[in-house]
T-cell receptor, first 113, second 116 residues
């Protein structure tokens, strides 16, 4: 039972570099999410995809783009990384059914120097 | 205003004792959901328990129970018979069904340490 798989687990970037964080789920969930977690704070929503083919901004979307490639995969792209984007990034998915519980991946720890 | 408030940055509990982690929430939605997640030192977020705003009974999942007091807008997590493996960060979160069913609002977390 893989659940939600995120790659890579760790990444170090230089300011201005770009990269894509990958996320895939094997639970046949309709909705997928990207959050960031900063020290001393709870998780904050960056973008979400309520269903295949749709994406919408969350609380903190600036500096990010997303792609819902298919029902399984939802990627997060940093076009020009900044030190303020140093964070732990979590992908989650939910069935959009009763309770709509979100299930999380293991996270990607990103440092931007 | 913060939607989720967790006022205990850290808590200690003796092994085999019960512990209550506090959570208060703020919403004007009539329909909402409340969640607790556990984050061990390995970093993953593990779903523990869910309470819907219209659920009349407090939610229970094994050693976890959610003490839901709607009028006080509190959703405290009770862990019974604490184990060493319960040492982790615990996050309370809320989903508002009218204003944004796709977003979970998280508190800042409580670090629980279980003492042998």
């Amino acid at each position: 039972n893989a659940g939600v798989t995120q790659t890579p687990k760790f990444q170090v970037l230089k300011t201005g570099q770009s990269m894509t964080l990958q996320c895939a789920q094997d639970m046949n969930h309709n909705s997928m999410y990207w959050y960031r977690q900063d020290p001393g704070m709870g998780l904050r929503l960056i973008y979400y995809s309520a269903s295949e083919g749709t994406t919408d901004k969350g609380e903190v979307p600036n500096g990010y783009n997303v792609s819902r490639l298919n029902k399984r995969e939802f990627s997060l792209r940093l076009e020009s990384a900044a030190p303020s984007q140093t964070s732990v990034y979590f992908c989650a998915s939910s069935p959009r059914a009763f309770k709509n519980i979100q299930y999380f991946g293991a996270g990607t720890r990103l440092s931007v120097l | 205003a913060q939607k989720i408030t967790q006022t205990q940055p850290g808590m200690f509990v003796q092994e085999k004792e019960a512990v209550t982690l506090d959570c208060t929430y703020d919403t004007s939605d009539q329909s909402y959901g409340l969640f607790w997640y556990k984050q061990p030192s390995s970093g993953e977020m593990i779903f523990l328990i869910y309470q819907g705003s219209y659920d009349e009974q407090n939610a229970t999942e094994g050693r976890y129970s959610l003490n839901f007091q709607k009028a006080r807008k509190s959703a405290n997590l009770v862990i019974s018979a604490s184990q060493l493996g319960d040492s982790a960060m615990y996050f309370c979160a809320m989903r508002e069904d009218q204003t944004g069913a796709n977003n979970l609002f998280f508190g800042t977390g409580t670090r629980l340490t279980v003492i042998p």
